[in-house]
């Protein structure tokens, strides 16, 4: 886990200790925020004057009466507020430049024989506008998915982070994803019996291909999975490797859940979920995490027709762990609308008849709920002991519009917030030329 | 609806005319069919007319509320009363009738209603199959002949949301980009109809979108036909622009002088109301040296753009854009999803703003119309973090008279002063907080949305027995 660190901390060009566990000088720094609002994102109420303290990378402490350990670097956060750096739900963050652009777009290839096997990571680029634009915006880690092309199966998506340095890649092969509704179905040939037996054939391959690897024939004409994608969907059906599943409507959801009684292994996390509030206990009573849409409310397929903007405080109240993505939804560049998605499902708790988030579950499932969904909740989503230091000090409330990161850390190490777009900003602050072209203007 | 990026970016062209614009109030005319036929008889302007009637109110007396009045003024702890459909009076203290319903507004918020400039609503509805894709005749570059009315399904529950999730009270369906010429808009109020002639805003004028830039250029060049680059997006808008001004001045000469009809063309029928100045140009461009093209194609053939949508570079040449009094239809902080908004900034619309130009907040999408305010809050917040000192209620003119201007319909709506419909909204809390919804909107001065009353919740007929019936959403 101290491997990205030293990475960074190399690229920083600083000079860090031998004896290989020795954090990177810019890791290794004690840094001791003090004096802002501290929110833990745990799901727990803001904390006024609150202390964090992050060491080597990670968050030593974090709340109230914590101790400033002797020459820490001092950040003066009165006024401000600190958090947990934001992390995307479901994203395609790092996978495409310009969305239309195809050359730029690395989300899904069409043209591929493989699926399953298919591993997002060498197409992060962590130099992506779109990284730096929402780590300005105060997302310091993306769940990052690849989308289908051929069939259900998408490939293995990654866990990366939003610094400026070129190792953007957290874990791979973090998760398979698949499409189970209706994109599910259209995938599949048509339908969603289709989809199922489609499921179902390949995981049995996958299971066969676990119990005799040289045995197992890729290549017949009757096999539906390569070689290489029946090895990608073996950790899936052995319970090692989380597998998303997207499904919207209340039935299907109950379908997936359903796959757990053939597959016992498998480690579900429901992504969409639009009418989850329909089976709400259904889900609670299986212990399946959820990534949802935060602000649905149309009809906007059949799959659809009961959504709403109290889904994800429906879920909550029913006991389901659920958190925010960006599902079919600008997933590539605007992960940044998180805390504003947030902000919004607490105003429902003012609504009559809706049902909204606590602030602190709220912030919560823009945090802690997303690593927890991945099983990473101990590494990384909040402040408390032991978590990777990524911290962001907000100039005003994070969830209300218009506050900005003022300062942001990942793995402890300080990272710039001016963007490309801040520069064309202040190109242009004056539309006018001055005596030179614009072009000479930076 | 996000998903739809490039359908609806496909969709999202138009120009429209300049705020401080201008043919402002002219209708598009009087039904033509009462008259006694005359020599020269003039095509039905207003073959669709509207039918909408205000549904009755009650005099409404709202108290120690803040007021946004829409023009940039501001009232604490203030009143507002409306009567018979109309505002009555706005002020610190207004006399009111005896009997009139008391509205305690201690710790709301007062706004007119928004207006939203740009949207598909209706033309493509939810659920979003292809079925319900009717927001784009891309079977020609050149679709003056088509009328997004024709298109409007009322029963779009994405109405509803608006109304409920936005305090969206008026608003203008375009057709989509895909064409050079897209065709008519239409105004609409906000209001639950079984007709779109039920829903039409009474003696707006009609709009013609226009698209620059990637769109048509990508839709007709990859079937290899004109255009397929953006000069020959210009060429053909000019060989149409020359043939509707030769169009006008034949039946501009039969009005004048009688004898024989020239031929009736649908399509020309729109281009010539808009070179008359009846109807209002909407231009969907996003890049800033295509906005200075279509300015000066626009002066070559006499007519005038009202707003330039989507409008991404706007920040670049804000003061051409003052100059020549075209608003600006821009969304807070969309970016990047196509070639031509890879420059967007989330500053351009309080730039717009700052340079003395005409600033709207636009939508483009059945989930952004629900949180208009929000996208204003967004760019108002980024405007000051750049030093821009704009009071919230004058951001809110970039949501109500701005665009009421830009639609001709200022005379009437967007702003709380007396004598204009009775559009508002009562908000929750202050309209630029994420923590603030709407409480209760009117139109025409009679309540449609009620937060606390469910009876006072409308629910279409696609969602009228389907899993969640009648919930928040």
Not at chain 1, 154 to 160: E, P
Not at chain 1, 193 to 220: C, I, V
Not at chain 1, 296 to 320: C, D, H, K, Y
Not at chain 2, 416 to 443: C, Q
């Given at each position: 886990?101290?491997?990205p660190?030293l990475?960074r901390?190399?690229l920083?060009g600083a000079a860090?200790?031998?004896g290989g ?19 833990i994102?745990d799901g727990?109420a803001?904390?006024e004057?609150g202390?964090v303290?992050v060491?080597d990378?990670r968050i030593?402490?974090a709340?109230?009466g914590?101790a400033v350990?002797?020459?820490?670097t001092?950040?003066?956060a ?7 750096g934001?992390?995307?739900g479901?994203?395609?963050?790092g996978?495409a ?5 195809e050359e730029?777009?690395d ?9 399953a096997a298919?591993?997002?990571a ?5 130099r ?10 105060g997302?310091t880690?993306?769940?990052v998915?690849p ?10 998506g990654a866990?990366?982070d ?12 973090a998760?398979?994803?698949v ?5 599910g179905?259209?995938e599949?040939g ?10 179902r ?14 045995g ?17 969907l073996?950790p ?8 998303l599943?997207h ?7 109950l379908n ?9 292994a498998l480690r579900?996390?429901?992504v969409?979920a ?6 709400a206990?259904e ?9 949802a849409?935060?602000?649905?409310s149309l ?6 027709r009961?959504a ?6 429906r879920?909550?109240a029913?006991?389901?762990?659920v958190?925010?993505g ?6 590539a ?6 805390p ?6 607490v105003a429902l708790t003012r609504?009559?008849g809706?049902?909204?988030l606590?602030w602190?579950?709220?912030?919560a ?10 099983g990473l ?11 990777r230091?990524?911290v962001v000090?907000?100039?005003g409330?994070?969830?209300?519009l ?5 300062r ?6 300080e990272q ?7 520069r ?6 004056r539309?006018?030329?001055?005596e030179?072209p ?5 | 609806?996000?998903h739809?990026?490039?359908?609806v970016a496909l969709?999202?062209?138009g120009?429209v005319g ?14 033509a069919?009462?008259?006694?036929p ?13 039918t909408?009637r205000a549904y009755p109110g ?6 120690n509320?803040?007021?946004f009045?829409g023009?940039g003024g501001r009232?604490?702890g ?10 009555v009076a706005?002020?610190?203290a207004?006399?009111?009738p005896a009997g ?5 507004g201690?710790g709301?918020?007062?706004?007119p ?15 979003s199959?292809s079925?319900?894709s009717?927001?784009n005749?891309?079977?020609g570059?050149?679709r003056?002949?088509v ?6 399904w009322?029963?779009?529950p ?5 109304l ?5 009270t008026?608003?203008q369906?375009?057709?989509?980009s895909?064409?050079l ?5 239409v105004t ?8 779109v ?7 707006a004028?009609h709009?013609l979108k ?11 060049g990859s079937r290899r036909q004109l255009?397929?680059t953006?000069?020959?997006?210009v060429a053909?808008?000019?060989?149409t ?11 501009d ?12 063309d649908?399509?020309?029928?729109t281009?010539?109301?808009v070179?008359a100045?009846d ?5 969907h461009?996003y890049r ?5 093209i279509v300015?000066?194609m626009?002066?070559?053939?006499g007519?005038r753009?009202?707003t330039?949508?989507?409008a991404v570079e706007?920040?670049k040449?804000?003061?051409l854009l003052r100059e020549?009094a ?8 969309w970016?990047?999803f196509?070639?031509?908004a890879?420059d967007?900034?989330?500053?351009n ?5 700052n340079?003395g130009?005409?600033?709207i ?9 629900q949180?208009?305010?929000?996208e ?5 917040a980024n ?10 209620e004058?951001a809110?003119t970039?949501?109500?008279s701005?665009?009421a ?5 200022a005379?009437?709506?967007g702003?709380l002063v007396?004598?204009k419909m009775?559009?508002?909204v009562l908000?929750?809390g ?5 923590y ?6 009117w139109i025409?001065?009679?309540?449609l949305?009620?937060?606390q009353?469910p009876?006072?919740?409308p ?5 009228l027995?389907q899993p969640?019936e009648g919930?928040?959403?």
């Amino acid at each position: 886990m101290t491997v990205p660190m030293l990475r960074r901390a190399a690229l920083f060009g600083a000079a860090f200790l031998a004896g290989g566990l020795g954090a990177a000088a810019a890791g290794a720094e004690t840094v001791a925020i003090t004096g802002g609002t501290v929110a833990i994102g745990d799901g727990s109420a803001p904390i006024e004057g609150g202390t964090v303290v992050v060491r080597d990378g990670r968050i030593v402490a974090a709340g109230r009466g914590v101790a400033v350990p002797p020459g820490a670097t001092l950040v003066d956060a009165t006024g401000k507020w600190v958090t947990p750096g934001l992390i995307a739900g479901f994203s395609r963050l790092g996978l495409a430049e310009v969305d239309a652009v195809e050359e730029t777009n690395d989300i899904a290839a069409e043209g591929s024989p493989f699926s399953a096997a298919i591993d997002v990571a060498p197409g992060i680029n962590p130099r992506a506008t779109a990284i730096a634009v929402n780590r300005a915006a105060g997302i310091t880690r993306a769940i990052v998915a690849p989308a289908v092309a051929t069939e259900i199966f998408a490939g293995q998506g990654a866990v990366i982070d939003t610094g400026s340095d070129l190792a953007a890649v957290t874990h791979a092969r973090a998760f398979q994803f698949v499409e189970l509704g209706e994109a599910g179905a259209e995938e599949a040939g048509g339908s969603r019996p289709a989809a199922y037996l489609e499921f179902r054939t390949k995981l049995a391959d996958a299971q066969r291909y676990a119990r005799d690897p040289g045995g197992y024939d890729g290549d017949s004409k009757d096999a539906l999975l390569t070689r290489a994608d029946a090895a990608a969907l073996v950790p899936v059906v052995q319970g090692r490797m989380p597998l998303l599943v997207h499904v919207e409507s209340g039935p299907d959801i109950l379908n997936v859940l359903k796959l757990k009684a053939e597959f016992p292994a498998l480690r579900l996390v429901l992504v969409g979920a639009a009418e989850g509030w329909t089976v709400a206990r259904e889900i609670a009573a299986a212990r399946v995490p959820v990534i949802a849409s935060a602000l649905v409310s149309l009809p906007a397929s059949f799959e659809m027709r009961a959504a709403t903007q109290s889904n994800i405080g429906r879920l909550r109240a029913a006991g389901v762990p659920v958190a925010i993505g960006m599902i079919n939804d600008d997933e590539a560049r605007q992960a940044r609308y998180a805390p504003q998605y947030a902000g919004n499902l607490v105003a429902l708790t003012r609504v009559p008849g809706a049902t909204g988030l606590s602030w602190g579950e709220a912030l919560a499932a823009i945090s802690s709920g997303p690593a927890e969904a991945l099983g990473l909740a101990g590494e990384m989503g909040s402040l408390r002991p032991g978590r990777r230091a990524d911290v962001v000090v907000w100039d005003g409330d994070p969830l209300q519009l218009g506050s900005r990161p003022a300062r942001l850390w990942i793995d402890g190490v300080e990272q710039p917030l001016v963007t490309r777009q801040h520069r064309l900003r202040d190109r242009y602050a004056r539309p006018e030329e001055g005596e030179l072209p614009k072009a000479y203007q930076r | 609806m996000r998903h739809h990026h490039l359908v609806v970016a496909l969709a999202a062209a138009g120009l429209v005319g300049g705020c401080a614009a201008t043919a402002g109030a002219r209708p598009a005319g009087a039904p033509a069919a009462s008259g006694k036929p005359v020599a020269a008889a003039k095509p039905a302007s207003d073959p669709f007319p509207s039918t909408y009637r205000a549904y009755p109110g009650v005099p409404t007396l709202v108290t120690n509320v803040t007021i946004f009045d829409g023009e940039g003024g501001r009232i604490e702890g203030g009143q507002a009363l409306f009567a018979e459909g109309k505002v009555v009076a706005v002020g610190a203290a207004v006399e009111a009738p005896a009997g009139v319903t008391v509205i305690d507004g201690t710790g709301k918020w007062l706004t007119p209603g928004i207006i939203d400039i740009h949207s598909h609503l209706g033309d493509y509805p939810s659920p979003s199959v292809s079925a319900h894709s009717d927001g784009n005749e891309a079977t020609g570059p050149v679709r003056a002949e088509v009328w997004a009315e024709h298109s409007v399904w009322p029963q779009d529950p994405g109405f509803t949301r608006a109304l409920a999730n936005g305090g969206v009270t008026t608003l203008q369906i375009l057709p989509g980009s895909a064409n050079l010429f897209g065709g008519r808009s239409v105004t609409l109020k906000n209001v639950p109809a079984r007709t779109v002639q039920a829903m039409k805003f009474p003696g707006a004028p009609h709009g013609l979108k226009m698209a620059c830039g990637e769109n048509p250029k990508r839709v007709y060049g990859s079937r290899r036909q004109l255009p397929s680059t953006r000069m020959g997006n210009v060429a053909l808008n000019r060989q149409t622009w020359a043939r509707a001004a030769e169009y006008k001045r034949k039946w501009d000469k039969y009005e004048r002088d009688g004898g024989e009809p020239p031929t009736r063309d649908i399509g020309l029928d729109t281009l010539r109301g808009v070179l008359a100045g009846d109807i209002l140009v909407h231009n969907h461009c996003y890049r800033a040296d295509e906005m200075a093209i279509v300015l000066d194609m626009a002066k070559e053939f006499g007519y005038r753009v009202s707003t330039f949508h989507h409008a991404v570079e706007s920040y670049k040449i804000a003061d051409l854009l003052r100059e020549n009094a075209v608003c600006s239809a821009m969304w807070a902080d969309w970016w990047g999803f196509k070639m031509e908004a890879y420059d967007a900034v989330d500053e351009n619309i309080p730039l717009v703003h700052n340079a003395g130009a005409c600033a709207i907040v636009h939508s483009d999408d059945a989930n952004g119309i629900q949180r208009l305010n929000q996208e204003a809050a967004k760019a108002l917040a980024n405007g000051r973090r750049m030093g821009f000192d704009i009071p919230d209620e004058v951001a809110w003119t970039w949501l109500s008279s701005n665009p009421a201007k830009a639609m001709g319909i200022a005379d009437r709506t967007g702003s709380l002063v007396p004598g204009k419909m009775a559009d508002a909204v009562l908000w929750n809390g202050h309209p630029f907080s994420v923590y603030t919804r709407p409480e209760k909107v009117w139109i025409d001065g009679a309540l449609l949305f009620d937060a606390q009353d469910p009876a006072r919740r409308p629910v279409t007929d696609f969602e009228l027995g389907q899993p969640g019936e009648g919930d928040v959403k």
